[in-house]
């Protein structure tokens, strides 16, 4: 199994419709992430999280919520997709200081 | 301009080059990670490193911490390399996020 899991791995839904994006990790890491990654663009930052109880936005979190259900748990939701939250989403986790696990991605396409 | 800049943007080899992925970055740093992204999406940590040298199997990454910059090196190129291999450093002051490079498109032909 995959150290760190996503699903759906690719998603098709309506402009205007909730969707949520699932992440899980059996790394033990505490702190994990939502990036946005746009055709020819770099990783952007949406949401982290250092423990459970701990929430931050990034540098694009308008339009996102997030959840941490638990340490191995972090959901992201659009709750009103828009066609330019087309992309692809990661979910990562790290410790303190120490190297990045990806997801696989999701590949999300609101029409 | 960037605190993270790669270079080149796009490189295209024949099999079996030396491959050179510059990093430049303008702002203290703690750490700097190598990162592979496959044709298919999905990202691999390659390195993450402070200082020196560090290799593995094929794939060689310094730093310069005085002159701020970083290369990844790829020796005997085979076409599995093809990918997009970004850099992303973590900043000093936000320890909680990289900052990350555009990418360097990699492409190795037989």
């Known amino acids: 199994d995959a150290d760190v899991t996503q699903t759906p791995r690719n998603r098709i839904t309506k402009t205007g419709k909730r969707i949520m994006l699932e992440c899980s990790q059996t790394?033990?890491?505490?702190?994990m992430y939502w990036y946005r990654q746009d055709p020819g663009l770099g990783l952007r930052l949406i949401y982290y999280?250092?423990?459970?109880?701990?929430?931050n936005k990034g540098e694009i979190s308008d339009g996102y919520s997030v959840s941490r259900q638990a340490q191995a748990k972090f959901s992201l939701s659009l709750e009103s997709a828009i066609p330019n939250q087309t992309a692809l989403y990661f979910c990562?986790?790290?410790?303190?200081?120490?190297?990045?696990?990806f997801g696989s991605g999701t590949r999300l396409t609101v029409v | 301009k960037n605190e993270v800049e790669q270079s080149p943007q796009n490189l295209t080899a024949q099999e079996g080059e030396f491959i050179t992925i510059n990093c430049s970055y303008s702002?203290?740093?703690?750490?700097l990670h190598w990162l592979q992204q496959h044709p298919g999406g999905g990202i691999v940590s390659l390195f993450m490193?402070?200082?020196?040298?560090k290799k593995h199997g094929r794939l060689i990454a310094t730093i310069n911490i005085q002159e701020k910059h970083s290369s990844l090196h790829i020796t005997a190129s085979h076409p599995r390399d093809s990918a997009v291999y970004i850099c992303?450093?973590?900043?000093?002051?936000?320890?909680?996020?990289?900052?990350w490079g555009a990418g360097t498109k990699l492409i190795i032909k037989p």
């Open positions: 990562a986790t790290s410790r303190q200081g120490g190297g990045y696990t």
């Open positions: 790394k033990g890491h505490d702190r």
């Open positions: 702002v203290g740093i703690s750490a």
């Open positions: 490193l402070s200082s020196g040298k």
């Open positions: 992303a450093a973590y900043g000093m002051d936000s320890n909680y996020q990289l900052i």
């Open positions: 999280s250092f423990d459970v109880k701990d929430i």
